[in-house]
Structure formats: C-alpha cells, structure tokens
C-alpha cells in the first residue's frame, strides 16, 4: 500500500522530529471542513468558489482554511488570469484520505481486519 517517497518505506523507530511534523500534518483531518475540502480536491484541482460551493462554506472561510493547507504543504496553488487553482500537492494525501474513509467505513460496519505479522510491532 504505502510506498514512501521514491519507492522507499519508512523503516524502524520514528524519531521525535518526525513525529511531530507527522502529529501536526495529520492535526489537519481533526476539522470536517478540511476534511471536506481535501476530499473535493481530491477529485480534481478548482477555484476557491468552486471549492466554496462543493463544501457548502463562505469563500473566505475556505481560503483560511487554504492558507493553512498550504503552509503546511498539503494544497498547491497555480495562479490562472485572476484566480487562484488549488490542488492537492500530491497523491500521498489523496491515499491517507481513502485510507482515513475505508477505517472509518470499516469501523462502521465492524469489521477488523488484522494487521498482517510482518506489520505487527514486537513486544518484549
């Protein structure tokens, strides 16, 4: 499934460097609105009032909620004439949003599916 940055996986112990920028990017699926706009560019690049109108917000509620993505590094956006595209920067967030879907649908239904013994962490 996963398949890190140039084919590679993270391996071993995370540091505590790597956790924080990892807490504070997935921070962001913590508020539904982001959530929603993430997912509506998931499908495909728009405008903020293309973006407004597909999550049902105020055009300025959603580029406040833009600039935050974009410091963070999660949306791109490519100036066209007047307006402002916005996209996901690239398809890792597209997979952790599927991914955070089939959890919660899995949950929903209750259904576990165990993790596979290579995958499970060592007790000892």
Partial sequence: MG????????????DAELARAV?????VLATPSRVLIL???KEGSCSVGE??????????AVSQQLRQLRHLGLVVG????KQVIYGLHDGHL?????????HVEHLRIGDR????????????
Avoid: N
């Avoid at 398949?3 to 995370?14: F, I, L, S």
């Fill in 3 to 14: 398949h890190g940055v140039d084919g590679w996986t993270h391996v071993g112990q995370m």
């Fill in 23 to 27: 807490a504070e990017r997935m921070q």
């Fill in 39 to 41: 997912s509506r560019l």
């Fill in 51 to 60: 973006l407004a109108e597909a999550v049902a917000m105020q055009q300025s």
């Fill in 78 to 81: 490519e100036r066209r004439g």
């Fill in 94 to 102: 597209a997979e952790l949003i599927d991914q955070a879907v089939f």
């Fill in 113 to 124: 599916q165990p993790v596979a013994p290579e995958r499970q962490i060592e007790t000892a």
